[in-house]
């Protein structure tokens, strides 16, 4: 069964700092992972998707890493930015599927 | 369209009611998901479809909870004998295929008095 867990729960940093969220997940023979951000009150917004031959994905000030044999992936965030408050979630496939399996999310917020 | 449409946005309803929420996928999308969030917690999975297979349940809660998936398009979660514990935002997103990106709908809050 899989299980995803995000460390930090909770992040509050000044603008222009450079950031990273972790993510760590039971099952390591996944397919791929994501990563998306919650807005409140808003559904999922999807950030990147890193597939399972892939070591890292970049998106912009974005760069997410996966390593399977740990079963960790992080997200790093160049000079956050206020806009990027935010819940930041991942998710991992139970091995063999692609029921995703949600983490409880880190809560972002960046101070101007 | 352009985007993972889900209706309706907001479903008050009493408990014992029936109730059933629409999910239209992005066109093309053969994958779909329905996920639950209950306030201040984590995605709940519920039921995922892909193309013309037998879709994976395991996540629903109880009897009480089905869906359906029309002609590999839209679907409908169907809550019967409504429990305020239901009470949540019930979310659908698709993908193109299983192996890219999730897109989410803005979901729809439920509420059970």
């Known amino acids: 069964k899989q299980e995803v867990t995000q460390i930090p729960a909770a992040l509050s940093v000044p603008e222009g700092e450079n950031l990273v969220l972790n993510c760590s997940f039971t099952?390591?023979?996944?397919?791929?992972l994501q990563w998306f951000r919650q807005d409140p009150g808003k559904g999922l917004t999807s950030l990147l998707l890193i597939q399972s031959s892939q070591r890292e994905q970049t998106s912009g000030r974005l760069n997410a890493s996966l390593d399977k044999s740990s079963g960790r992936s992080t997200l790093y965030i160049a000079a956050s930015q206020p806009g990027d408050s935010a819940t930041y979630l991942c998710a991992a496939p139970t091995s063999g599927t692609y029921k995703y399996i949600f983490g409880t999310g880190t809560r972002l917020k960046v101070l101007a | 369209g352009a985007g993972v449409s889900q209706s309706p946005s907001n479903k008050v309803t009493e408990k014992g009611k029936d109730v059933e929420l629409r999910c239209d996928p992005i066109?093309?999308?053969?994958?779909l998901y329905w996920y639950r969030q209950s306030l201040g917690q984590g995605l709940e999975f519920l039921i995922y479809f892909q193309g013309n297979s037998a879709p994976d349940k395991s996540g629903l809660p109880s009897d009480r909870f089905s869906a359906e998936r029309t002609g590999g398009s839209v679907s409908t979660l169907t809550i019967q004998r409504t429990q305020q514990e239901d009470s949540a935002v019930y979310l659908c997103?698709?993908?193109?295929?299983?192996?890219?990106?999730?897109?989410f709908g803005s979901g729809t809050q439920l509420s059970v008095l």
């Open positions: 997103a698709s993908s193109r295929d299983s192996i890219e990106k999730l897109f």
């Open positions: 066109s093309g999308h053969t994958a």
């Open positions: 099952d390591s023979a996944i397919y791929n």
